[in-house]
């Protein structure tokens, strides 16, 4: 069993940046992938950004691309996304998710959750 936890969320000027924390518990966490995904108001859940592979592969949708960054320190079970350059269309709850040894990046994949953490950016 693996527990999410996240923080790091908030209110941002748009151009600003943030860093997401997505804490996990369990022993064997560094084998676990990890992804992002968020939830605007009236849309569906997406998938933002995910690591693989203890952390040596690394996948982002497109539109975060150049812009976010996704990395993980197993040492501390981990995972954080480092987002700059901030825009309006970002706004969203940011969810963390983790399963045992997946390279998807489907949400349908992920087996465990955490709670989510509100981004909002403001023009």
């Known amino acids: 069993q693996v527990q999410l936890v996240e923080s790091g969320g908030g209110l941002v000027q748009a151009g600003g940046s943030l860093r997401l924390s997505c804490a996990a518990s369990?022993?064997?966490?560094?084998?676990?992938?990890v992804s992002w995904f968020r939830q605007a108001p009236g849309k569906e859940r997406e998938f933002v950004a995910a690591?693989?592979?203890?952390?040596?592969?690394?996948s982002y949708a497109d539109s975060v691309k150049g812009r976010f960054s996704i990395s993980r320190d197993n040492a501390v079970n981990t995972v954080y996304l480092q987002m700059n350059n901030l825009k309006p269309e970002d706004t969203a709850v940011y969810y963390c998710?983790?399963?045992?040894?997946?390279?998807?990046?489907?949400?349908?994949?992920?087996?465990?959750w955490g709670q989510g953490t509100q981004v909002t950016v403001s023009s």
């Open positions: 690591i693989f592979d203890r952390g040596r592969s690394t």
């Open positions: 998710a983790a399963a045992l040894r997946i390279i998807a990046t489907a949400a349908s994949k992920y087996d465990y």
């Open positions: 369990g022993r064997t966490f560094s084998s676990y992938a």
